[in-house]
Protein backbone atom coordinates (compact mmCIF):
# COMPACT_ATOMS: atom_id res chain seq x y z
CA UNK A 1 0.00 0.00 0.00
CA UNK A 2 1.36 3.47 -1.07
CA UNK A 3 0.48 6.43 1.31
CA UNK A 4 -1.02 9.62 -0.82
CA UNK A 5 -0.06 13.40 -0.21
CA UNK A 6 -1.96 16.11 -1.14
CA UNK A 7 -1.03 19.61 -1.24
CA UNK A 8 0.59 22.24 -3.52
CA UNK A 9 4.62 21.56 -4.85
CA UNK A 10 5.08 25.19 -3.78
CA UNK A 11 3.92 25.18 0.10
CA UNK A 12 7.16 25.16 2.20
CA UNK A 13 5.14 22.49 4.53
CA UNK A 14 4.53 19.85 1.51
CA UNK A 15 8.17 20.46 0.46
CA UNK A 16 9.48 19.44 4.00
CA UNK A 17 7.30 16.31 4.09
CA UNK A 18 7.89 15.21 0.56
CA UNK A 19 11.22 15.76 1.45
CA UNK A 20 11.32 13.61 4.93
CA UNK A 21 9.44 10.75 3.14
CA UNK A 22 12.01 10.49 0.57
CA UNK A 23 14.96 10.57 2.91
CA UNK A 24 13.29 7.99 4.72
CA UNK A 25 12.71 6.04 1.92
CA UNK A 26 9.11 5.71 2.21
CA UNK A 27 6.81 5.44 -1.13
CA UNK A 28 3.96 7.84 -1.70
CA UNK A 29 2.16 9.39 -4.15
CA UNK A 30 1.72 13.22 -4.76
CA UNK A 31 -1.92 14.49 -5.87
CA UNK A 32 -1.43 18.61 -7.19
CA UNK A 33 -5.19 19.82 -5.21
CA UNK A 34 -4.69 22.18 -7.55
CA UNK A 35 -5.00 20.56 -10.63
CA UNK A 36 -6.57 17.33 -8.96
CA UNK A 37 -9.32 18.33 -6.25
CA UNK A 38 -10.35 15.46 -4.55
CA UNK A 39 -13.86 15.18 -4.80
CA UNK A 40 -16.54 15.96 -2.43
CA UNK A 41 -16.69 12.73 -0.48
CA UNK A 42 -13.51 12.39 0.03
CA UNK A 43 -13.07 16.61 1.45
CA UNK A 44 -16.38 15.32 3.48
CA UNK A 45 -14.09 12.46 5.05
CA UNK A 46 -11.55 14.79 6.18
CA UNK A 47 -13.25 17.58 7.45
CA UNK A 48 -15.59 14.87 9.56
CA UNK A 49 -12.57 12.89 10.48
CA UNK A 50 -10.36 15.99 11.53
CA UNK A 51 -12.70 18.55 11.76
CA UNK A 52 -13.27 22.33 9.68
CA UNK A 53 -10.45 24.24 12.08
CA UNK A 54 -7.87 21.67 11.23
CA UNK A 55 -8.59 21.62 7.12
CA UNK A 56 -8.91 24.92 6.65
CA UNK A 57 -5.55 26.93 6.07
CA UNK A 58 -6.34 30.46 7.68
CA UNK A 59 -3.05 31.47 6.45
CA UNK A 60 -2.96 31.23 3.16
CA UNK A 61 -3.56 33.93 0.82
CA UNK A 62 -6.76 32.85 -0.52
CA UNK A 63 -7.83 32.76 3.04
CA UNK A 64 -7.09 36.35 3.13
CA UNK A 65 -8.69 37.24 0.05
CA UNK A 66 -12.12 35.08 0.81
CA UNK A 67 -15.14 37.58 1.61
CA UNK A 68 -16.51 37.47 5.19
CA UNK A 69 -19.54 35.42 4.24
CA UNK A 70 -16.73 32.88 2.63
CA UNK A 71 -15.03 32.89 5.55
CA UNK A 72 -18.13 32.25 8.13
CA UNK A 73 -19.05 29.54 5.52
CA UNK A 74 -15.83 27.56 5.81
CA UNK A 75 -15.44 28.08 9.75
CA UNK A 76 -19.04 26.81 10.57
CA UNK A 77 -21.32 26.42 7.72
CA UNK A 78 -20.18 24.14 4.57
CA UNK A 79 -16.52 23.65 5.00
CA UNK A 80 -16.41 20.86 2.07
CA UNK A 81 -17.97 23.48 -0.52
CA UNK A 82 -15.67 26.29 0.05
CA UNK A 83 -12.75 23.98 0.02
CA UNK A 84 -14.07 22.26 -2.92
CA UNK A 85 -14.30 26.10 -4.45
CA UNK A 86 -10.73 27.14 -2.81
CA UNK A 87 -8.67 23.91 -3.21
CA UNK A 88 -5.58 25.83 -1.62
CA UNK A 89 -7.49 26.57 1.30
CA UNK A 90 -7.28 22.67 2.30
CA UNK A 91 -4.40 22.58 5.08
CA UNK A 92 -1.23 20.78 3.49
CA UNK A 93 -0.41 18.25 3.41
CA UNK A 94 -3.01 15.86 3.64
CA UNK A 95 -1.60 12.41 4.12
CA UNK A 96 -3.49 9.39 3.79
CA UNK A 97 -1.97 5.73 4.25
CA UNK A 98 -5.11 3.00 4.25
CA UNK A 99 -7.36 4.67 6.80
CA UNK A 100 -5.21 6.45 9.07
CA UNK A 101 -5.41 10.25 7.79
CA UNK A 102 -3.05 13.46 9.31
CA UNK A 103 -2.72 16.78 7.83
CA UNK A 104 0.30 19.25 8.12
CA UNK A 105 3.91 18.20 9.23
CA UNK A 106 6.49 18.84 11.88
CA UNK A 107 9.49 17.06 12.40
CA UNK A 108 9.13 18.10 16.56
CA UNK A 109 5.78 15.74 16.04
CA UNK A 110 7.40 12.44 15.12
CA UNK A 111 8.49 10.21 17.48
CA UNK A 112 9.07 6.92 16.29
CA UNK A 113 9.87 5.13 19.83
CA UNK A 114 8.53 6.28 23.44
CA UNK A 115 6.45 9.25 22.43
CA UNK A 116 5.92 12.36 24.08
CA UNK A 117 2.44 12.67 22.54
CA UNK A 118 0.97 9.46 21.78
CA UNK A 119 -2.08 11.01 20.42
CA UNK A 120 -0.30 12.42 17.64
CA UNK A 121 1.46 9.47 16.58
CA UNK A 122 0.27 9.49 12.94
CA UNK A 123 0.75 8.40 10.06
CA UNK A 124 4.16 9.52 9.43
CA UNK A 125 5.05 7.17 12.04
CA UNK A 126 3.42 4.62 10.90
CA UNK A 127 5.08 4.71 7.37
CA UNK A 128 8.01 4.51 9.43
CA UNK A 129 7.67 1.71 11.62
CA UNK A 130 6.10 -0.22 8.70
CA UNK A 131 9.84 0.83 6.40
CA UNK A 132 12.52 -0.21 9.40
CA UNK A 133 10.16 -3.05 11.16
CA UNK A 134 8.02 -4.51 8.88
CA UNK A 135 4.60 -3.40 10.99
CA UNK A 136 2.12 -0.59 11.81
CA UNK A 137 -0.25 -1.90 9.36
CA UNK A 138 -3.15 0.00 8.23
CA UNK A 139 -6.17 0.89 10.75
CA UNK A 140 -6.53 2.67 14.33
CA UNK A 141 -5.03 6.16 15.58
CA UNK A 142 -3.98 8.60 13.17
CA UNK A 143 -5.23 12.37 12.92
CA UNK A 144 -4.63 15.69 13.66
CA UNK A 145 -3.38 18.30 15.45
Known sequence: ???NMYGI???DTV???RKWLTENGIDYAFIHVRENTPPKSQIEHW???LGAAKMVN???TTWKNLSDTDRAE???GDTTAVLLANPTLIKRPVLEYGDVLDVGFSLSLIHISEPTRPERIGVYVLLVKKKRWGGGGGGGGGGGG
Open 15 to 17: RKA
Open 74 to 76: AES
Open 1 to 3: MTA
Open 47 to 49: VAS
Open 9 to 11: PTC
Open 58 to 60: KRS
